[in-house]
């Protein structure tokens, strides 16, 4: 008997009344009806090499580019490829030199030093995109679906993945959910993160 698929981003299986099929056009991933709509305007002739890396060990999916971080940081001590900034023109002579500036496989060796356009989230983070309401599905972080604001310290943060990009606050209104925001708000004071 053949194993049952399940669908790359809801996870769903195959059963009676779910249909998962797999795209013709990629040939990698497995969609369920519902999520396919997602998927097709990236696919195909359009897909780039960072799409196989679009999805998060928490199921939400980037829908961004991820983006090579070339600029510096002063405030993190950063520089080209977000590393020390003292070690960057090792780093850029290493992706320029050993990587033939390929970035599909500079990320492989290297994937902090990547950024993703939709979030402003270190690639080197494999979990969660927290667009806030810009982004197909709702945002799925603690102040969304608790349904705050991000406060001043997160969204003023200067640090190097969020450089230039036009970030929304939130809170998503999608997210909101009245169990999900007492869970959030309990842990959160329990671990002694903001609120």
């Given at each position: 008997m053949a194993p049952?698929?399940?669908c790359?981003?809801?996870?769903?299986?195959?059963s009676?009344?779910?249909s998962i099929?797999?795209c013709?056009?990629?040939?990698?991933?497995f969609y369920c009806a519902a999520d396919?709509?997602?998927?097709?305007?990236s696919?195909?002739n359009?897909?780039?090499?960072?799409d196989?890396?679009?999805k998060c060990k928490?199921?939400?999916r980037?829908e961004?580019k991820l983006e090579?971080?070339t600029w510096s940081?002063?405030?993190?001590?950063?520089?080209?490829g977000?590393?020390f900034?003292?070690e960057?023109?090792d780093l850029?002579r290493?992706f320029e030199?050993e990587?033939g500036?390929?970035e599909s496989?500079?990320?492989?060796?290297w994937?902090?030093?990547?950024?993703?356009?939709?979030?402003?989230t270190?690639?080197?983070?494999?979990?969660g995109c927290?667009?806030?309401?810009?982004?197909?599905?709702p945002c799925?972080?603690d102040?969304?679906?608790?349904?705050?604001?991000?406060?001043?310290?997160?969204?003023?943060?200067?640090?190097?993945s969020r450089?230039?990009?036009k970030?929304?606050?939130g809170?998503d209104r999608?997210?909101f959910?009245?169990?999900?925001?007492?869970m959030?708000a309990?842990?959160?004071?329990?671990?002694g993160?903001?609120?």
């Open positions: 049952a698929l399940s790359s981003v809801c996870k769903k299986f195959t009676d009344t779910v099929q797999k013709a056009r990629c040939h990698s991933r396919w709509p997602n998927h097709k305007p696919c195909g359009s897909m780039v090499w960072y196989r890396y679009r928490d199921g939400s980037h961004g090579l971080i940081n002063k405030k993190e001590g950063t520089g080209w977000h590393c900034e003292e960057s023109d850029r290493k030199e990587y500036g390929d496989k500079f990320y492989k060796y994937p902090q030093g990547f950024r993703w356009t939709c979030c402003g270190d690639a080197g983070m494999k979990w927290d667009h806030h309401g810009t982004g197909s599905k799925t972080c102040f969304c679906r608790m349904g705050k604001p991000l406060p001043d310290s997160i969204f003023n943060d200067k640090n190097a450089h230039g990009l970030l929304p606050r809170p999608r997210s959910h009245a169990g999900l925001a007492t959030a309990s842990s959160r004071t329990m671990m993160l903001e609120m």
